[in-house]
């Protein structure tokens, strides 16, 4: 319609608008970018990464490199691609069960039928336990339901738990006899942004964001999480 010629983005419903954009996005960065990327393969450059999402590139580059990048008009701004430090664990104190819950009358909910049936919840976090009792059952699976940026898990994992606390306080069953989570009926996937180390750059951060976008790697199918959650936070303005 002409009304919508200068909003390409309104059209649809949310799924086709969704996948409008991320059309959108991936072809400005296959316009632009190649010769970038093809410069910084030149000048010996690693870890070349192509951020679609934030049209940006993420790579490792030699001193030398940076200085004539940041001369190149097409280039706005050169950031350093920081590493963010993992939350830690948190150890309830001793309390009713569930109280949290039953103070934002989730039971109540949950009586009227909204448990977070059909809907689904990514972490972003330090990955998930896939096999705790609370969890397992509630994974979404396939090849379009994990994600780690850092190469180092091809399957859900967490070594320190707190990605596995978080989720489980979204999502979590009711093995041990009471639900923990608030949508005990959702599915969850998850990025795994921090490595083994407890560290996550800034541009895995990005690249995790961006692949729950489009998990699996096609617009045209609608496998985007309804819900996206991060409890951990930045450290200064820089990053």
Do not use: C
């Not at 008009?73 to 993992?86: M, N, S, T, Y």
Request: glycine share 10%; hydrophobic share 45%.
């Amino acid at each position: 319609a002409d009304h919508l010629a200068n909003r390409p983005f309104q059209a649809g419903d949310k799924a086709q608008r969704r996948a409008a954009m991320i059309r959108a996005l991936q072809a400005q960065s296959e316009r632009t970018q190649p010769p970038l990327i093809a410069l910084m393969q030149a000048y010996g450059g690693a870890r070349i990464r192509s951020l679609w999402a934030i049209h940006a590139i993420a790579a490792e580059l030699p001193a030398a490199a940076i200085e004539a990048f940041a001369r190149r008009p097409g280039v706005a701004r050169i950031r350093l691609d920081a590493d963010v430090p993992a939350p830690g664990v948190v150890t309830a104190e001793a309390g009713a069960t569930e109280w949290n819950l039953d103070m934002v009358r989730a039971p109540e909910l949950w009586a009227l039928g909204y448990d977070g049936a059909g809907m689904v919840v990514a972490s972003m976090d330090t990955g998930v336990d896939a096999a705790h009792p609370d969890l397992a059952s509630r994974y979404r699976g396939g090849a379009n339901s994990w994600y780690d940026p850092n190469g180092q898990h091809a399957a859900p994992y967490d070594r320190s738990g707190h990605g596995t606390q978080t989720m489980g306080l979204m999502v979590g069953g009711s093995a041990d006899g009471t639900a923990i989570g608030m949508a005990p009926g959702a599915q969850w996937i998850a990025v795994k942004i921090f490595d083994d180390a407890g560290q996550a750059r800034l541009s895995n951060i990005h690249l995790g964001f961006q692949w729950l976008l489009d998990p699996d790697g096609n617009p045209a199918s609608d496998d985007a999480p309804h819900v996206v959650n991060n409890s951990w936070g930045l450290n200064g303005p820089d990053q």
